[in-house]
Structures are given as structure tokens and as C-alpha cells.
């Protein structure tokens, strides 16, 4: 009655199977990348948009589908770019609960 055992063999031979699909975008910080997930709607490629700098009060970070147009926008008025850039990325990759 055991006719898992040839199964299990066969899954053990590539491990970066389980991993996700993702896409590498340069970040606000020199030499640094982040992990973006396809859009969660269509699967597209995200582009990031910064506006905003240490001149000006708000720094705005968009995440935008370049394939269906969706997007989201985190702005923040005393915290900096970097900061920022973390939390939008964050939300972009949080899946809309299901
Ligand atoms: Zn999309």
C-alpha cells in the first residue's frame, strides 16, 4: 500500500523549485537591490517611482504594473527615502488576503 517513496525521491533534487518568481529593482541606496513580486493582479512587472527628496517635506514611493496600470503610493513627510522604500516594497510583496 506504499507508493510514495518514488515521489519523494524525485522532489528532493531541485530546492529552487519552491522559491517564487520575483523581480530584482535597484534601490534608492547605491548597490542595493530588492526582491518585487509580480503584480498581484495580472502577474506583470513592477516599476518603482520616487519622487521627493531631502529638500523637499514628502517623499512619495510608487509601485506601478507596468502591464494593467495598477499601483500603490506610501508617502512619508519626516521619515527618509530609505525608510520609505522599505514599507512600499513591504506592502507591494504582502499578497492581497484571500
Ligand atoms: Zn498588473
Redesign the pocket.
Known sequence: MCKNNQKDNENNTDKSVHSMPYYTVKSWKKGETYKLF???????E?DVKYKGNDYTKTRKVTVK??????QRTDAAMRNGMEWLEEIAIKNWNQKPSV
Open positions: 509580480p503584480c498581484p493582479f495580472c502577474g506583470g513592477p504594473c507596468k502591464k494593467c496600470r495598477c
